[in-house]
């Protein structure tokens, strides 16, 4: 210390059987005052003001479930929660997404609460008594840190037990999938090769497919409506929405025989035949819509499966039909032919865009113009005003024999009659999945085009359609078809002026449309006159529920492998985006990123020319990584939300220290790199307002813990002892006028610790140090 002073240490432990009086606070304080006072006799009865801080360190039980059961028949017995579970529960993640398919190690095992008395004056050794029965809420400071599970703080590829290990595996089962064309060969005992694949690879019991097949077919699931909601699922990754049918037999698949080739095969060629049976007996196939347009940003095993839902549908629709129909037949019998042919059309009961107001608002198919059109019966379709549609030289209207009108077109006129335009009911559009759609797209380029070509892929429909017009619009000509059907193709003449009822309407068909090969008047010229209820439907759901049904029972392993991995990560991530996770913002954008990075790593896998490309399969390993790392971001996120939902800034703060803790040891990589192994030391200041809610972590501890040790120290809180217990002793002193007084000016006004002691431990272990200045 100079040439003025010297200051000297000593150090002492007592590892066991520390003496009672070392125990407490009074005992301790003793010992301190007995290394400077002149008599060691009767030193409760000298004043000594001597300096004096502590810091106690509390920890909570560790969240495990025997704790957690403890816990809950506590609180349930009290009243109160004071950990914040949920009665009854035995896992912290029971209300967590991931919990139906897992469950997670709780990565927050516990908290350690700091609190601090800062430097005050104690003189005698009542004081210190008064102070080891004082409650940690009367410490000026309090701050708290989280003790987290040990796989976080080691450097490792991520979650080691959730949706990762398991996607890590379907990625080898997909590298596997290329070693045979038939997942038959897989399961197959005769199929040669493969020995050490049969040896290793298990394939699960039938009693382990049973129960999957029963929670995906039988237990009381529902079709659903629609298959994406409105969700931030980017359409980039080509995967089925998360409740639907392959989803979840994807997600069932991570979890069955440790997801490898075989398994997942044995499950497969079960799984058709499944849904071969919902087929053949027209029972709705579960967790799919029945309605609505096919999603082409979906997977094609999603879009099959749609597409067969709607199959199964229309053929209960024509068996119910059926029956009806011969049940009904002598009533049928008395009704008169006219009767027959005019009545309610059956058709119109099949169309699902009739709102209540009485508007019908679909739109004729291939009208590139949206139209809402008066609702009116399907045997006569007379405007609101029916004068109107009398012929001015008093003849009437084919009224008549209009059959299949669905209301009449705002103010468009025929060319050829001076009759308003009605515009028919029309088939639906047949459903196509994206091959199909390929298909046609391919048969465009092979004609550079052509649009006689496009007209003869849409035949059927536009046959219908005009079909249907006609019969709508008995005294219609092909320009009239046009007008309403292609508006772009008809040119208005805008030097003529126009009547006063607009009619005859000016002007000429297109370019295209007045080649003298076109088809579509070749079409117009050979449809009947028949309404959609009167026409073969368009769409054959037995023939195009085979056509699924052949695709799925023979589909190559890799191909159903690929839609696998783009649909479990979907789905995963789907799962995982539904956890609460109180307003961590951080987390919010992770999981963003995570969606991101998922799209380029996917985007291979979405073509059908797909090949055992090892950089492929490598990237899908790093994407693994990540998604590890995310689901352990996310698992904290939600565990410090749960346990401090009371606390909202605890739980941010607390996140963001972790988060900047664990963003550096993430990496993207397969190789493991040490370089960033330390300890999360990160401590947050507990606000006043905040006590409470930290106070009541601290749940009182049960008789029947093991772990409970007997209470030998002070300060309790909720009848937690400290863990930890410091305390620095010190006594100032002046350097001028005493005994410590030197001959250097500089330093005589001076005041210098002259005794210092520092005092750690419990009631089990004791260390003390102590510095002494003196100037010989």
């Not at 920890?59 to 349930?76: A, E, F, G, S």
């Not at 291939?366 to 609101?384: C, E, I, N, W």
């Not at 400290?722 to 005493?738: A, C, Q, Y």
Request: with cysteine.
């Amino acid at each position: 210390m100079g040439t003025a002073f010297t200051r000297r240490f000593e150090a002492d432990r007592i590892g066991s059987q520390v003496p009672l009086n070392l125990m407490h606070l009074e005992g301790l304080y003793q010992l301190f005052v007995s290394k400077f006072a002149y008599s060691t006799v009767d030193l409760d009865k000298h004043l000594f003001k001597v300096q004096f801080a502590m810091k106690l360190t509390y920890r909570t039980l560790p969240y495990d479930d025997d704790n957690i059961k403890d816990i809950d028949v506590q609180n349930t017995e009290s009243g109160e929660n004071f950990a914040g579970e949920s009665l009854n529960e035995r896992l912290w993640d029971d209300d967590c997404s991931w919990s139906e398919w897992y469950s997670s190690e709780d990565p927050v095992k516990g908290f350690e609460l700091t609190a601090i008395w800062s430097e005050k004056t104690v003189e005698s050794s009542m004081e210190m008594e008064e102070l080891e029965n004082a409650s940690p809420h009367e410490a000026e400071k309090w701050f708290i840190s989280p003790c987290f599970a040990q796989y976080l703080l080691e450097v490792s590829h991520g979650n080691q037990f959730g949706f990762a290990s398991a996607l890590r595996l379907l990625v080898d089962a997909l590298e596997m999938s290329f070693e045979a064309q038939f997942l038959e060969d897989f399961v197959s005992a005769e199929s040669p090769g493969h020995d050490n694949l049969k040896s290793s690879m298990v394939i699960p019991p039938p009693t382990v497919r049973d129960r999957v097949l029963k929670e995906l077919f039988h237990e009381g699931v529902q079709p659903i409506e629609s298959t994406y909601d409105e969700h931030e699922t980017p359409q980039a990754i080509k995967g089925a929405p998360p409740e639907t049918l392959f989803a979840q037999f994807c997600l069932h698949s991570l979890w069955v025989g440790n997801c490898h080739i075989r398994a997942i095969a044995a499950l497969w060629i079960e799984f058709v035949q499944e849904v071969r049976w919902s087929w053949e007996e027209s029972q709705l196939l579960p967790r799919m819509p029945v309605n609505g347009s096919i999603d082409l940003s979906t997977c094609l095993i999603n879009q099959k499966l749609h597409m067969l839902a709607v199959c199964i549908e229309k053929k209960r629709e024509l068996n119910e039909q059926h029956r009806e129909c011969v049940g009904s037949e002598d009533q049928i019998d008395n009704m008169t032919k006219e009767e027959s042919a005019v009545g309610d059309d059956p058709f119109s009961k099949q169309k699902g865009n009739e709102d209540f107001s009485g508007k019908f608002t679909g739109e004729p198919r291939s009208s590139p113009t949206s139209r809402d059109l008066h609702y009116s019966d399907t045997t006569s379709t007379v405007g609101q005003d029916p004068e109107k549609d009398i012929l001015l030289n008093g003849e009437k209207s084919s009224d008549q024999t209009r059959r299949g009108s669905a209301g009449v077109v705002d103010s468009m006129m025929l060319l050829k009659s001076h009759q308003r335009m009605h515009a028919p009911y029309t088939q639906e559009a047949p459903l196509m999945t994206e091959d199909m759609h390929e298909e046609r797209l391919q048969a465009l380029e092979a004609s550079n085009g052509s649009f006689n070509c496009f007209a003869q892929l849409e035949r059927d429909i536009l046959t219908s359609d005009m079909a249907a017009f006609k019969a709508a619009n008995p005294d219609a000509v092909f320009e009239d078809f046009i007008r309403w059907h292609s508006p772009a193709d008809w040119i208005e003449n805008p030097e003529v002026e126009k009547s006063k009822d607009n009619w005859p309407p000016r002007g000429h068909l297109s370019k295209r449309m007045s080649e003298s090969d076109n088809l579509w008047r070749e079409l117009w010229d050979r449809a009947p006159a028949l309404a959609a209820s009167e026409q073969k439907p368009l769409y054959d759901p037995n023939r195009e529920g085979e056509k699924v049904i052949h695709y799925l029972e023979n589909l190559n392993p890799h191909q159903l492998l690929a839609q696998m991995v783009c649909t479990a990560f979907l789905a995963a991530a789907d799962t995982l985006n539904k956890t609460s996770y109180g307003e961590l913002k951080q987390m919010e954008t992770k999981m963003q990123q995570l969606y991101l990075t998922m799209a380029p790593a996917l985007k291979p896998l979405k073509v059908n020319r797909l090949s055992a490309d090892t950089e492929t399969i490598e990237d899908l390993r790093r994407l693994c990584v990540v998604f590890g790392h995310v689901e352990n971001l996310l698992t904290v996120a939600a565990s410090l939300n749960r346990k401090l939902v009371h606390a909202p800034r605890l739980a941010v703060e607390i996140f963001s220290d972790f988060y900047n803790f664990y963003i550096p040891r993430m990496g993207t990589g397969l190789e493991e790199d040490c370089s960033n192994k330390k300890e999360f030391d990160k401590k947050q200041i507990v606000w006043n307002n905040e006590r409470e809610v930290v106070s009541n972590m601290f749940v009182p501890p049960t008789a029947n813990q093991s772990w409970r040790k007997v209470l030998s120290m002070g300060n309790l809180l909720n009848g937690h002892e400290p863990t930890v217990r410091e305390i620095i002793f010190s006594l100032h002193d002046g350097v001028s006028n005493n005994h410590y007084a030197a001959p250097n000016a500089s330093v005589s006004e001076q005041e210098i610790d002259t005794y210092r002691m520092y005092i750690c431990g419990t009631s089990n272990d004791l260390r003390v140090a102590l510095s002494v200045v003196s100037c010989d």
